[in-house]
């Protein structure tokens, strides 16, 4: 168990930049989840995939964001024409499939918006 | 729908005394409780898990929580704070079914020597 990898640690963006960040999971773990969390707040649920499907999506997800995880593995979260309102910490985590298991999280990647 | 209220964004006890941190859920399906913490720059890192059986949970480090059905609260407790233990804790709901879970905004522990 190698844990779940995030890559960058941090980014610094100018406003109106396209950011990607990837998140490699835990190898055994089908289910893969985004979330964004600001300052003093907890995280907050963007998406989640189930292997390759994207089966749910938070309203929070603007059409500026999108997940993909082509083969079931990695996963990727783009943001495009970032905003200021971007700057957050993302957090990737992966579990496997029963409700009752719990997210092993990643150390997010930290995103500040210029 | 499923929602956390954390009480109190900030907790300070002394070292050696006990840690007591409230959550409480709202959930429509019987519900899974979690606790994580975060230490900062870090991901979270799961504390303890209530999903059926027995009510008081064990978790690493010495804590532990009690769901409570009726008073719809998952409150973590510790008896003799350490210093390691100051960082940021999370309580979390999900359910039977669910997909996803759903933090409350945090709580942050000082621990004074």
């Known amino acids: 168990d190698t844990g779940v990898s995030q890559d960058p640690r941090h980014k610094i963006t100018k406003r109106g930049q396209n950011v990607t960040f990837r998140c490699d999971p835990i190898s055994e773990h089908n289910r893969l989840y985004w979330y964004r969390q600001t300052l003093g707040q907890g995280p907050e649920f963007l998406t989640y995939?189930?292997?390759?499907?994207?089966?749910?999506k938070s309203r929070l997800l603007s059409d500026r964001f999108s997940a993909e995880r082509p083969k079931g593995s990695f996963s990727t979260l783009e943001i495009q024409r970032t905003e200021q309102g971007d700057s957050a910490m993302y957090l990737c985590?992966?579990?496997?499939?029963?409700?009752?298991?719990?997210?092993?999280f990643g150390n997010g990647t930290r995103l500040t918006v210029t | 729908a499923q929602s956390v209220t954390q009480l109190g964004s900030h907790v300070s006890v002394s070292e050696g005394a006990l840690v007591l941190l409230r959550c409480n859920y709202s959930?429509?399906?019987?519900?899974?409780l979690f606790w994580y913490v975060q230490y900062p720059n870090q991901g979270l890192q799961l504390l303890l898990k209530?999903?059926?059986?027995?009510?008081l949970v064990k978790g690493i480090n010495g804590f532990e929580a009690e769901f409570k059905k009726s008073e719809t609260s998952f409150h973590l407790t510790k008896p003799s704070a350490h210093m390691s233990d100051a960082a940021e804790y999370f309580c979390?709901?999900?359910?039977?079914?669910?997909?996803?879970?759903?933090f409350g905004a945090g709580t942050i522990l000082r621990v004074k020597s």
């Open positions: 995939f189930q292997n390759e499907a994207q089966l749910e």
């Open positions: 209530y999903t059926t059986g027995a009510t």
């Open positions: 959930s429509s399906v019987p519900p899974y």
């Open positions: 985590a992966s579990s496997l499939a029963p409700a009752n298991s719990p997210l092993h």
């Open positions: 979390a709901v999900s359910g039977i079914g669910g997909n996803k879970l759903v």
